[in-house]
C-alpha cells in the first residue's frame, strides 16, 4: 500500500469513528457524503461504500425587531405628538404642536385641517363635561420607512388608549368606567428640516373625521351648531333621546338582542352573566345598526370596576325577526366602519357619545336589579 492509499485509508478511518461516536466537529451539507469502511481480512481487499446523510432542520429563529437610532428619533417624535394631543383632551386646551410639525406649506394644510378637528373634539367635551379625568394611550409601531434621497420618513402606527371621562368621576367616583378604543391606524409622513425631523401630515380617519369629509360646514359652522344645541337643552343629563323608534317586535326581543350583542362584545364572559345596553343609529329590512356598551356583573380583579366593552354593531335579522349575527370592526377599524355602515348611521357618533353616561348608568343599575331592562326598552317614542 502507498503512501498516499494509507493516508486516505487513515482519513476515512478517523471519520467513520467520529460519526460512529457522534462527536462531528466539521459542520455538515444539506448532503453529505459519509465513508463506511469495512475492515480488510486476509483474503479480501478494502471495500469503500458511500450512504447519504442529511442532518435534521435547525428551529426557525425568532425574527426580531430592531430600530436604527434614526428610526428611535421618529418615534421620540410621534410620542410627543400624541402626548399634546391627549394632554389637550385633559386640559381642554390646544396651543398647537409647538415645533413638532413643519413650517412649509404642505404641512400647514394638514395644520389647519388638524386643529379645526381637534377644536370641534375640545369644544364637544366641553358641553359634554367629557374631559379626559384619566388616559393612557398605547403606539404600536408597524413599520417606518425612510427615503434618505428625499429626506422622508413614512410611519405606520396604530393607536390604542383607555380613558375615564370626568362625568363617570363626578356622578359614580368609587365606580368610573374606563373607556376602550382600539385600532385606529395612522399614517405619518415626517420630513428631515435642518437636522430635527418634523410632522408634515397624519392621516386617519375616525369617527368625526368621516363626518368632517362628508360635510360641506366647516369646523366653526359645526361647534356653532353643537354650541346651540346645547343652549336649546339638548344636555346629556337630561333622558335620553330616542332618535329612532323600535320597531315592536325588536322590543320583544330584547333579551335575544341582549345576548347576542353580549356574546359579541365580550366573549370570553359568559353571555348570562353580561348586561347590554344600546342605541339605535340606523335599520334597514335586515339589519339594524346599534351603538352597544356592555358590562359584566363582576368587576376586574383589584381594581372594582366592571368589566367594560363598548362598540358599534350591525345586528343582522333574517325575515322572520330573528337575529343571525351581530358584526363589529375589526383591527381595520375605519375602512370597517365604511362598509358596514351608511353614511347617516356613521354621522350618530356623537349621539353615542353623548348617551354613553346615561347608557353606563343604567348598567350600573341593573347590575343591582337584572330583573331591570335596557333603557331603549323603557323609551320607546321620542322625547320633544
Request: aromatic letters at 10%.
Amino acid at each position: 500500500m502507498t503512501n498516499l492509499t494509507r493516508h486516505r485509508y487513515l482519513w476515512i478511518v478517523l471519520l467513520a469513528f467520529l460519526v460512529a461516536c457522534g462527536k462531528q466537529t466539521v459542520a455538515l451539507p444539506t448532503e453529505t457524503l459519509v465513508p463506511t469502511v469495512v475492515s480488510p481480512t486476509p483474503t479480501s481487499t478494502v471495500e469503500i461504500m458511500f450512504i447519504t446523510v442529511t442532518p435534521s432542520p435547525l428551529p426557525p429563529q425568532p425574527t426580531i425587531a430592531l430600530f436604527t437610532p434614526e428610526q428611535e428619533v421618529l418615534k421620540s417624535v410621534i410620542q410627543s405628538y400624541f402626548e399634546i394631543r391627549y394632554l389637550a383632551f385633559n386640559t381642554l386646551q390646544l396651543d398647537g404642536f409647538s415645533d413638532l410639525v413643519s413650517n412649509e406649506p404642505d404641512a400647514k394644510v394638514f395644520l389647519d385641517a388638524e386643529l379645526g378637528k381637534l377644536a370641534v373634539e375640545i369644544k364637544h367635551k366641553r358641553m359634554n363635561n367629557l374631559r379626559y379625568a384619566y388616559y393612557k394611550y398605547f403606539l404600536n409601531f408597524r413599520n417606518i420607512a425612510i427615503d434618505a434621497s428625499v429626506q422622508m420618513a413614512t410611519v405606520s402606527v396604530v393607536e390604542d388608549n383607555e380613558v375615564i371621562y370626568e362625568l363617570s368621576m363626578e356622578l359614580t367616583p368609587e365606580e368610573p368606567i374606563v373607556s376602550r378604543h382600539a385600532n385606529l391606524e395612522h399614517t405619518i409622513i415626517l420630513r428631515e428640516e435642518e437636522g430635527q425631523w418634523k410632522i408634515v401630515s397624519d392621516y386617519y380617519n375616525d369617527y368625526l373625521w368621516r363626518m368632517l369629509r362628508q360635510t360641506e360646514k366647516s369646523t366653526d359652522e359645526i361647534t356653532d351648531e353643537m354650541l346651540k344645541s346645547i343652549k336649546a337643552g339638548s344636555l346629556p343629563t337630561q333622558a335620553m333621546k330616542v332618535v329612532i323608534t323600535p320597531e315592536p317586535d325588536q322590543l320583544e326581543r330584547w333579551m335575544e338582542y341582549e345576548n347576542a350583542l353580549a356574546k359579541k362584545l365580550m366573549p370570553l364572559s359568559p353571555s348570562e352573566k353580561v348586561l347590554c345596553e344600546w342605541n339605535l343609529s340606523g335599520r334597514s329590512d335586515q339589519e339594524v345598526y346599534v351603538w352597544a356598551v356592555c358590562m359584566s356583573i363582576f368587576s376586574v380583579v383589584n381594581t372594582g370596576l366592571p368589566y367594560h366593552a363598548e362598540m358599534p354593531a350591525v345586528i343582522h335579522i333574517g325575515a322572520d325577526g330573528a337575529i343571525q349575527s351581530v358584526e363589529i370592526p375589526g383591527i381595520h377599524y375605519a375602512a370597517d366602519i365604511r362598509r358596514m355602515f351608511p353614511p347617516d348611521a356613521q354621522e350618530r357618533y356623537f349621539e353615542g357619545l353623548i348617551h354613553f353616561q346615561e347608557l353606563t348608568d343604567h348598567l350600573r343599575w341593573r347590575r343591582e336589579h337584572p330583573e331591570e331592562p335596557p333603557l331603549i326598552v323603557l323609551s320607546t317614542t321620542p322625547t320633544p
